[in-house]
């Protein structure tokens, strides 16, 4: 796949980028190395000023990095300059919160002194230069998630980023290069998949971390065992939706669409499979058909469009069959469903019931705005449909119900369980999946240390 900028609106390629050449990759690598040594001698106090200006400096360009993301990937403006403010914010969340969550612990003192020691400490360390494979969906904030708690924690970045989105991987080189941190501290490596065996098997470079597709989690995890570094993966999603009869159903079908079509439809953590009790499914279904048939289709960039083009003429093909799949099975369009005409990579949303176990987006993620809606005769049933998928990221379930949320929260097979409210990521909460939704975590506490090396330190009495 070439390094390029392709506006998914109009299909027109608008810049091509060379890949960087055998050479340049090794300067980055000892640059990378070079940086650790002494970026990890900098203290929390002189990260933080650092990282507060890339928040500050990010602010101020809002609008326009906002545009790069639309013109790469597709995302509606308005969800663009949201991003880039939320990137903001966890960069001085982590600013803020960095130095607390990685200070010294010391183990109860009847344990110290059970080991013959007069003190223990547990320290956090950082491991070295972390190389980041991130994807073009959310193309800032899958960065900054790993580079704001990886750089505040004392180690160096090297992005490896989609390859269509090369304009925003090297603003945010250039961002926190302006922030002050140091040369080879954080860097944009323009490079194509082929290349990312060769950089992470080179033994300078200490970890991995990845967001993206099965396949591409599958290479990466394979050649980091190989080399016994460690990896964070965060893989697809197909997340259930599930609502009881208890559940406030106006204000459950209303974020059932946003929850649905958000960033076009194309996020791992986008509810997929709405799982409906059979007392109010066909109240449900009506006003989220409704919901998902008034929203504004059209050009990313103008303010009042609601959903844009997938990314990339592939993704719709691939969305497409999944749905032309689906109906050739038995299933019915409730809305969509049909490719339009015209210039750019646009599909409607679409409502799908009558889903089955032999379709393929009953086990499949359907990256675009199309939903499948299942019904279900109880809770049992409920939680069997949803755990019924190899993805376990996220989950939302509306209910007022204190024993159904217990069920829910005891059963679901997933790393989030959101209750009356849409799945989202904050920087103060940990994220990340079971199954082929991956492992580790980011975010929080937990994601700050998944690269650190966690060091006992004993004195003997």
Known sequence: MPIATVNPATGETLRTYDALGEEEIERRLAAADTAFRTHRTTTFAERALRMHK??????????????????????????????????????????????????????????????????VIVRYRPLGPVLAVMPWNFPLWQVVRFAAPALMAGNVGLLKHASNVPGTALFLEDLFRRAGFAEGCFQTLLIGSGAVERVLRDPRVRAATLTGSEPAGRSVASIAGDEIKKTVLELGGSDPYIVMPSAELDRAAETAVTARVQNNGQSCIAAKRFIVHTDVFDAFAERFTAGMKALRVGDPMAEETEVGPLSSERGRADLAELVDDAVGAGATVLCGGTRPDGPGWYYPPTVLTGITPRMRIHHEEAFGPVATLYRAADLDEAVAIANDSPFGLGSDVWTHNGTEVDRFVQDLEAGGVFINGMTASHPAFPFGGVKRSGYGRELSGHGIREFCNITTVWHGA
């Open 54 to 119: 890339a928040a500050d400096l990010l602010d101020a360009e809002c609008q326009d990095i906002a545009r790069v993301m639309t013109t790469e990937m597709g995302k509606p403006i308005t969800q663009a300059r949201a991003e880039a403010a939320k990137c903001a914010k966890a960069m001085r969340w982590y600013a803020d919160h960095a130095e607390e969550l990685l200070a010294d612990e010391e183990p109860d003192a009847r344990d110290v002194k059970d080991s013959g020691a007069s003190w």
